[in-house]
C-alpha cells in the first residue's frame, strides 16, 4: 500500500503545484485590494483650479457695469408743456385793463438732471380794456394783447412720487399791440394818462400825423413763478402755475392750469 502511495506519476504532482500557485497568487492580490480605504479612489481626482483674484475682480466690476446700465433714468431729457387760465393785472397795467383776461401758452424744457432744467415758453395775453380807460381814449371800444417769450432755468423739487414743485425764474422778451375802433380825441391836443400807457403819445400831445389808434411795442423784461405738479401717468402730470411779468410798459400776474408730458 506504501509502494502504491509512492508512485504518484509526475503529472499528477505538476498539477497540484501549480493549482496551489494559482491559489497563493489570488490571495496575494485580495489582501492588496483591501489594503486600499474603502471609498478611496485609485487615483486622486484632479482638483478643479480656482480663478484667480484678477479674474474675479475684472467679474465683479462687469456685473457692477452692467447693474449700473441697466438701471433706468428718473427723468426725461425733454419734457413739454401746454396750459391755459387767466390773469391778474398789476401796476399801472391795472388801472387800464381788467383782471381775467385770457391765459393760452406752451413751452419745452430741457431737462438736465432730475432737478434742473432750461424752459423756453411762449405765452399770449388778452389785455381786455377797462371801459374807464375806454372813456380816457375816448373811445367806443378797443383790444389789447400781449405775446410773451421767456427763457428760464428751472428747478424740479421732487416731493412725493406723485406731487412735486418747481420755480421759475429768468429773462422775457415782450410784444404788446392794440387797436381802438375809433376816436373823438382831437389830434394835437394833450395826452390823457390812457395814452401815455397807450404808447402814442408824442412830446405830451396826440401826433398831428399818424395812426394813433394803433399801438405796438417791443420791450425786454423778467418773468419769475413757482407751481405745483402732480403724476397723473409715467409721461403725463397735471400742472398749476402761478407767475408775475414784468416789463416798463407792461405788469401782469397770469395763473396758469396745464399739462407736462
Excluded at 487615483?43 to 480663478?51: C, E, L, R, T
Excluded at 393760452?104 to 380794456?129: D, H, I, M, S
Excluded at 405775446?147 to 421759475?168: A, C, E, L, Q
Amino acid at each position: 500500500m506504501i509502494r502504491k502511495f509512492l508512485t504518484v506519476p509526475p503529472v499528477t504532482i505538476t498539477v497540484i503545484f501549480a493549482m496551489i500557485l494559482a491559489g497563493a497568487t489570488t490571495l496575494c492580490a485580495q489582501q492588496n485590494s483591501a489594503e486600499q480605504p474603502a471609498g478611496q479612489p485609485a487615483q486622486a481626482q484632479q482638483q478643479p483650479q480656482q480663478p484667480s483674484t484678477q479674474e474675479t475682480q475684472e467679474t465683479q466690476e462687469e456685473e457692477a457695469s452692467s447693474s449700473r446700465k441697466a438701471k433706468p433714468k428718473d427723468y426725461k431729457n425733454w419734457t413739454f408743456n401746454v396750459g391755459g387760465g387767466g390773469s391778474l393785472m398789476n401796476a399801472t397795467t391795472q388801472t387800464f385793463v381788467r383782471n381775467g383776461g385770457v391765459v393760452a401758452g406752451g413751452g419745452v424744457t430741457r431737462n438736465y438732471g432730475k432737478y434742473l432744467g432750461l424752459q423756453a415758453e411762449f405765452q399770449w395775453n388778452n389785455l381786455p380794456l377797462r371801459t374807464s380807460a375806454l372813456a380816457s381814449a375816448q373811445a367806443p371800444g378797443g383790444t389789447a394783447h400781449l405775446y410773451s417769450v421767456m427763457v428760464d432755468p428751472i428747478i424740479n423739487i421732487p416731493v412725493t412720487k406723485v406731487w412735486s414743485g418747481f420755480i421759475v425764474i429768468g429773462g422775457s422778451y415782450y410784444h404788446r399791440d392794440g387797436k381802438l375802433d375809433s376816436s373823438s380825441v382831437i389830434r394835437g391836443t394833450g395826452c390823457s394818462p390812457f395814452y401815455h400807457w397807450w404808447g402814442t403819445c408824442r412830446n405830451g400831445s396826440i401826433p398831428e400825423t399818424g395812426n394813433f389808434l394803433s399801438t405796438s411795442q417791443n420791450d425786454f423784461g423778467f418773468n419769475a413763478g413757482f407751481g405745483v405738479s402732480r403724476k397723473i401717468r409715467s409721461n403725463l402730470e397735471f400742472y398749476a402755475e402761478f407767475r408775475y411779468l414784468r416789463s416798463s410798459a407792461t405788469s401782469l400776474r397770469p395763473i396758469t392750469i396745464g399739462f407736462r408730458f
